[in-house]
């Protein structure tokens, strides 16, 4: 009479042990596939390629550089402020450039850098001097001491009156309350390098830039419809770039680019 019913091999002993051990091991490292912090995609809309990179504020530290803390001078370059980085032991995952500025370099609108107010809030309408600041409503991105991110009209943001950890103020709105800026007309011949920002949820910064010449509203589209931001800020134009880790740059060609007065930037953690 047989009696393998009974008795089993030591390799079948070990067979549902090791499935175990091999779905627990699966289901480890599906839980450690998450998104990067900083995550970084080529976007293509109305046969435009855009650079696209969002953020976790839970998970990275994005703050803002003007100048060096210990000479006092502007960092001016998006490389300038990774090799300081480097000397201080920090790698840079992203940068790109800030707000509008003035001719004397400095920031036009409201620029807060860790906590401290150092170009106030700025209201002044309609001022050709001001180029696309002037186009209203202008707004401000910010961060707040508890790590959550906005964007707002800058009217909104000074009647809210909530202080910031972080904040740059550009313009004009790309989006507002889900709606494009009015002031945009679609078949517009105004065509310019482009980069934006929006806080998607309180802890998720979408950045774009455009890989080519773009209107303002193309450029607005690609935050509302194809990023799906209720409100989004234009950063600036011709001179944008963002840098990318592992990637290098993106946005309009060096040769364009002129000195920045405040540069956004996340850098690794520190290793323990």
Request: proline share 7%; hydrophobic share 40%; net charge positive.
């Amino acid at each position: 009479m047989s009696t393998s019913s009974n008795r089993h091999s030591p390799l079948r002993r070990l067979t549902w042990p090791l499935l175990a051990l091999l779905m627990l091991l699966g289901g480890m490292s599906g839980c450690a596939r998450q998104a990067p912090p900083v995550d970084s995609s080529e976007r293509v809309f109305e046969n435009q390629n855009f650079r696209v990179v969002s953020i976790d504020l839970k998970r990275e530290t994005l703050s803002l550089h003007w100048k060096d803390p210990q000479s006092g001078e502007p960092y001016g370059t998006i490389n300038a402020l990774r090799q300081w980085g480097m000397s201080h032991g920090r790698r840079m995952l992203f940068a790109a450039n800030a707000g509008i500025y003035d001719r004397q370099f400095a920031p036009l609108g409201l620029y807060v850098e860790g906590g401290k107010t150092v170009v106030p809030l700025n209201l002044a309408h309609g001022n050709p001097a001001s180029g696309n600041f002037s186009l209203l409503p202008n707004g401000v991105f910010a961060i707040y001491p508890d790590g959550h991110a906005a964007v707002r009209t800058s009217a909104a943001f000074k009647a809210e009156g909530k202080p910031v950890q972080w904040a740059s103020q550009s313009g004009p709105m790309l989006v507002i309350d889900g709606k494009l800026n009015e002031q945009f007309i679609d078949d517009s011949n105004s065509l310019k390098w482009r980069s934006g920002v929006c806080a998607k949820t309180p802890h998720q910064v979408v950045f774009a830039v455009s890989e080519a010449p773009v209107n303002f509203h193309t450029f607005a589209r690609l935050f509302k419809e194809e990023l799906g931001c209720r409100d989004a800020l234009y950063l600036d134009g011709t001179i944008s770039q963002f840098y990318v880790d592992g990637e290098g740059y993106a946005g309009a060609p060096t040769f364009m680019v002129k000195p920045y007065a405040g540069i956004f930037a996340v850098f690794a953690q520190p290793t323990p």
